[in-house]
C-alpha cells in the first residue's frame, strides 16, 4: 500500500512552527518594548537597542541583533507579521524552520549593516542627509519574500491594495517593485531628485539588504541536493545546469512498449511509483518531472480503484 511508505506520510511535527514562533517573539517584544518605555522612555530603547552607526562605532554590536525585534508603531508590527506569517509559511515549507530562521536573522543582520553603511556614506556626500535609529523586522522578512520569489519567480500571489482591491501577479513582480521602491528610497532625500517626500521614515537600505540576502541565499547558500531552477532577470542566456531530476536515484529502462496501464498493480508501484517516493524523500516534491506526477496520479487512481 502506498499509505504504508514513510515517505507518502505528512511527517509529524510537534508543537508550533518556526513562523508561528517567530510572529508570537515580535509581539512579545513589542509588549515588553511597551513596558520599558512607559518606565523609562523612547530615548533609552533608542540609544541602546535600536540600531545606529553612533552605536555600532560605540561597539554596541548586539543592535543588530535587537532591532529587529523592535517596531515604531503598532501599524509598523502588524505589517510586518502579515509579511512574516506568508512568506515565513512558504519559504519554511522548503528549507524548514532552522534554515529559515537563519535566512531571516541573516537577512535583518545584512540590510541593518547595509542601511548603517549607506547612511555613513551618504552623510559624507550630503551632510543634510540623516536618517532615524532604525528599528523592524522588515529587513529580515524581505529577505523572505525574496527567497520565496527566487524559487518560485512565476507562482501567482494575490494582495489586497488598500486592504480592499484583491491584485494577483507573480511573485518576480513583487521583488522587482521593492527593489525598485527602495532604490528610489534611498536616493529620495537627495536635492537632485526632488523627491525628499518619498523617504519619510523608512529604512530602505534595510530593506534592499534583506532582499538582497534572500535572492544570494536560495541562489548560492543552498547544499546541492536542495538546488533551485533559479530566476536570474540580469543573466544572459546559458547552457542549462544540472536539474532535480539529474540528481534523482537512476533506474534502469524498461521496454517502452509496455504502459503503465499494463503493468500489474505490484510490478506497477515497485517499477514506477518506489523511485518517484524515494526522489521526494530525498529531494522533495518539486523536485518532480510532469511526467512522474502524471504517473503519481496514475498510482492514485490504481488504489482508489481496488
Known amino acids: 500500500m502506498l499509505d504504508d511508505r514513510p515517505y ?32 523609562k522612555g523612547d530615548i533609552w530603547l533608542m540609544d541602546y537597542l535600536a540600531l ?6 560605540n561597539w554596541h554590536i548586539y543592535q543588530l541583533i535587537t532591532f529587529q525585534f523592535l517596531h515604531g508603531t503598532l501599524w509598523h508590527l502588524l505589517g510586518n507579521l502579515i509579511g512574516l506569517y506568508f512568506f515565513g509559511r512558504a519559504v519554511e515549507s522548503v528549507l524548514g524552520g532552522k534554515e529559515m530562521l537563519k535566512l531571516y536573522l541573516i537577512s535583518g543582520t545584512v540590510g541593518g549593516l547595509l542601511q548603517v ?51 494577483t501577479f507573480p511573485a518576480k513582480f513583487l521583488l522587482i517593485f521593492e527593489g525598485v521602491i527602495s532604490v528610489l528610497g534611498l536616493l529620495a532625500p537627495f536635492p537632485v531628485f526632488h523627491m525628499s517626500w518619498f523617504a519619510g521614515n523608512v529604512a530602505h537600505g534595510a530593506h534592499l539588504g534583506g ?8 541562489r548560492w547558500a543552498m547544499t546541492p541536493h536542495r538546488s533551485f531552477e533559479f530566476w536570474k532577470p540580469f543573466s544572459s542566456r546559458q547552457s542549462p545546469k544540472r536539474s532535480l531530476a539529474d540528481l534523482a536515484p537512476k533506474r534502469a529502462p524498461r521496454n517502452p512498449k509496455q ?7 505490484a510490478e506497477f508501484i515497485s517499477q514506477e511509483v ?16 510532469e511526467r512522474e506526477r502524471q504517473i503519481l496520479e496514475a498510482a492514485r487512481s490504481k488504489m482508489a480503484r481496488r
Open 259 to 265: 504502459s503503465t496501464e499494463e503493468l500489474p498493480p
Open 8 to 39: 507518502m506520510r505528512t511527517p509529524y511535527r510537534p508543537g508550533w512552527s518556526m513562523t508561528t514562533i517567530l510572529c508570537v517573539t515580535l509581539i512579545g517584544c513589542y509588549l515588553a518594548q511597551m513596558l520599558l518605555t512607559s518606565l
Open 52 to 57: 545606529s552607526a553612533d552605536g555600532l562605532k
Open 211 to 218: 532582499m538582497l540576502t534572500g535572492i544570494a541565499w536560495m
Open 117 to 167: 553603511a549607506l547612511e555613513v556614506v551618504f552623510r559624507r556626500i550630503n551632510p543634510d542627509y540623516n536618517v532615524a535609529s532604525v528599528v523592524g523586522a522588515s529587513a529580515g522578512v524581505f529577505g523572505l519574500i525574496a527567497a520565496f520569489a527566487t524559487n518560485a519567480p512565476d507562482n501567482p500571489i494575490t494582495m489586497l491594495i488598500l486592504f480592499v482591491l484583491p491584485v
Open 274 to 289: 518506489d523511485p518517484i517516493l524515494e526522489k521526494i524523500s530525498a529531494h522533495g516534491i518539486h523536485s518532480l518531472t
